[in-house]
Every structure is written in structure tokens, then in C-alpha cells.
């Protein structure tokens, strides 16, 4: 059992950039692959990027390759999401989740249903 809370969200201005956290309480964090999604209004939740239990590997969607940067921290039980050159587009609810598994991040999985445990979510707004 995990669970998820995430900050760090806000209003940004195009080209910002702006970092997301996640926190995870519960036991044995670090057997737990990390993902985060997005939603953004009237749209499906949307994968944005997952990282493997050791950090080994990290995946990322097309739309945001080059230009978000997942990491974690096993010792503090942590998640983040560095976001860089932001576009309006990115606006959306960001959500962390989480999947008991050891395989490498391309294997983790791009479904939101496939991910046992989630946050409640963070907004990021960017502003045109």
C-alpha cells in the first residue's frame, strides 16, 4: 500500500518552467514503478512519463520528450517532474501514480489502469 501526494503546480507563463513533487507514504517504496499522467479538461487521462523502481530506465510520451525530466529519490520516498519549456498545451491536471513491478519503464505501461495507486493531482496552467 502507497499512497500519493503531489504540489508544485501553478500558473506559468509559455516557455516557463515549473517542478512538480510527488510524495509516497507506505512501506517499500522502491519496489513501486513511478509514473506521472496529465488530464486535461474533457480529455482521457494522458501518460506523460514513467521511471523504473532503481531509476535505471525513465520513458517519456512524444509530446513531451526533450523537454520533461523524471526522477526519484528512494531515500526521502519521492517523485518529481522537471517541466521545461512549457506550452499551453501542457495545461492539465497532473497526476502521480504508482504499480508494484520491476520491470523497466518501457514495459510499465502507458494505461492509466494498469497503475494501482494515485494522487489526487496538481494544476499546471501555462498561459499563452
Known amino acids: 500500500q502507497v499512497q500519493l501526494v503531489e504540489s508544485g503546480g501553478g500558473l506559468v507563463q509559455a516557455g516557463g518552467s515549473l517542478r512538480l513533487s510527488c510524495a509516497a507514504s507506505?512501506?517499500?517504496?522502491?519496489?513501486?514503478?513511478m509514473a506521472w499522467f496529465r488530464q486535461a479538461p474533457g480529455k482521457d487521462r494522458e501518460f506523460v512519463g514513467a521511471?523504473?523502481?532503481?531509476?535505471?530506465?525513465?520513458y517519456y510520451s512524444d509530446p513531451v520528450k526533450g523537454r520533461f525530466t523524471i526522477s526519484r529519490d528512494n531515500v526521502k520516498n519521492t517523485v518529481q517532474l522537471q517541466m521545461t519549456s512549457l506550452k499551453p498545451e501542457d495545461t492539465a491536471v497532473y497526476y502521480c501514480?504508482?504499480?508494484?513491478?520491476?520491470?523497466?519503464?518501457?514495459?510499465?505501461?502507458?494505461?492509466?489502469?494498469?497503475?494501482?495507486?494515485w494522487g489526487q493531482g496538481t494544476q499546471v496552467t501555462v498561459s499563452s
Open positions: 507506505g512501506r517499500l517504496f522502491n519496489n513501486f514503478g
Open positions: 501514480a504508482a504499480k508494484l513491478t520491476s520491470v523497466s519503464a518501457q514495459s510499465m505501461g502507458v494505461m492509466p489502469g494498469t497503475y494501482s495507486y
Open positions: 521511471i523504473s523502481r532503481g531509476s535505471a530506465s525513465k
